[in-house]
């Protein structure tokens, strides 16, 4: 997929690896679903994405070969099975990746707050945190590579397979540890974290 909208990715920072039987969560800011076949090239990753994108036309098939956790909030129920899958997984030695900012952004006006679920099924695995900062060049004149707010999908998939290249950065931050904080201050503080540096770096 990366190479057929031929997207260039640069890092900066020390990538997680999920070698070495340990888990983690990683942590994004999200600019759309272009996110998720930068991330899914870089990294062996499980992803978590809402329930209705498995319906999406070949961005549904391609996130499932992640072998994902969708994200059905629509009962008790099933919140807490996803709290379970999101657990297991990182206790499996896998990098579970998600979003917590909850939806998708045009990325110049900072970092939306994040939702703590996530957070609190690191906590119970007693997992690694790593945050990452995702960019993209914006191409004069060509429209946006973010997708966000009340974008139609397909026209904007058009848009982006017509763009000669897409250049994205990813900056990875230092990687935070639990230390049994609740999860909402933990929240707070790889958001805040992230925020800076973006801020710095913007």
């Known amino acids: 997929m990366a190479k057929i909208i031929n997207l260039r990715v640069t890092i900066s920072g020390e990538m997680p690896s ?7 969560l990683v942590v994004s800011n999200h600019l759309g679903y272009i996110d998720i076949i930068t ?4 990294l062996k990753i499980r992803h978590a994405p809402k329930a209705d994108i498995a319906l999406w036309p070949l961005l549904g098939w391609y996130v499932g070969l992640s072998r994902p956790i969708w994200v059905d909030r629509t009962s008790r129920q099933a919140s807490k099975k996803i709290f379970t899958d999101y657990a297991e997984t ?13 939806t998708s952004t045009d990325g110049r006006h900072g970092i939306l707050p994040f939702k703590s679920a996530s957070f609190e099924a690191a906590i119970a695995s007693d997992a690694p945190i ?11 004149g060509r429209g946006s590579v973010p997708w966000y707010g009340d974008m139609s999908f397909l026209p904007h998939v058009w848009r982006i397979l017509k763009l000669p290249r897409i250049e ?10 639990p230390s049994g904080s609740p999860r909402k201050e933990l929240a707070s503080l ?7 540096e973006y801020e710095k770096i913007s």
Request: charge should be positive; charged fraction near 15%.
């Open 18 to 24: 999920s070698s070495g039987g340990r888990g983690g």
């Open 39 to 42: 991330h899914g090239s870089v």
């Open 90 to 102: 990182m206790r499996n030695g896998m990098l579970l990746m998600v979003y917590p900012e909850g």
């Open 130 to 140: 790593y945050p990452v900062i995702t960019r993209y060049k914006e191409p004069p």
């Open 168 to 177: 994205a950065e990813l900056r990875f931050l230092p990687p935070v540890l």
């Open 190 to 196: 790889v958001h805040d974290m992230m925020a800076a």
